[in-house]
């Protein structure tokens, strides 16, 4: 069995959409839910599958070696970032090596970087008049959206598509590839 931990910040979508993916599997399954934000929407949606939901603070995370304890003690094999908007930490890289992905709603290694999340993403994708975006799968490295690209796909972007519905599609694409190909890293 490989055991699977998901950090999110906020809503969630594609923590449910991974939790639901592998609830039927043998072979892999989602142990741990770990967030930020103790108001964030991910915290619900994991706790309706039983899956336990650990919250910590920035000190917790940055300082202090709880957060890797939780996932030895869960087993945990690979680390999934869902939306999850802090930096990792170099001593969780280091005690994960190559065992932490990330996904970033663009095609990096354009509009990635500090800052560049969720809704500012696909507004910057707008504001360039861009004809495609897509997605990002790559491993977690020291620096934001930066570690070697395992995955990508792209959408076609009309002209004078509001951000929301780039938003939109990018979430379909999210949510059909991200289960996919944390299966196939875990098969590897
Ligand atoms: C996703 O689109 C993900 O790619 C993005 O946050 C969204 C979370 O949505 N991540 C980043 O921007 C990381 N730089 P969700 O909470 O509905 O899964």
Not at 15 to 21: F, G, R, S
Request: aromatic share 10%; charged share 25%.
């Amino acid at each position: 069995m490989k055991r699977i931990a998901i950090f999110a910040s906020g809503n969630g979508s594609n923590a449910e959409n991974i939790i639901k993916y592998f609830l039927n599997d043998a072979n892999n399954r989602v142990e741990l839910v770990l967030t930020n934000n103790a108001n964030a929407k991910v915290i619900q949606r994991a706790k309706k599958f039983d899956i336990p939901v650990m919250i910590f603070n920035r000190d917790e995370f940055y300082s202090k070696e709880i957060v890797v304890k939780k996932l030895v003690t869960y087993k945990i094999d690979l680390v999934v970032l869902a939306g999850f908007m802090w930096l990792v930490p170099s001593y969780i890289i280091k005690s994960y090596p190559r065992r932490i992905i990330n996904i970033h709603p663009a095609l990096l290694p354009k509009y990635g970087g500090k800052g560049m999340y969720g809704e500012h993403v696909h507004q910057a994708v707008s504001n360039a008049k861009e004809k495609e975006s897509g997605i990002t799968i790559h491993y977690v490295n020291e620096k934001y959206d930066d570690g070697d690209i395992l995955f990508q796909t792209s959408i076609c972007i009309e002209e004078g598509e509001s951000p929301i519905s780039i938003a939109n599609k990018i979430h379909v694409l999210e949510h059909e590839n991200f289960p996919v190909v944390i299966e196939k890293i875990l098969q590897s």
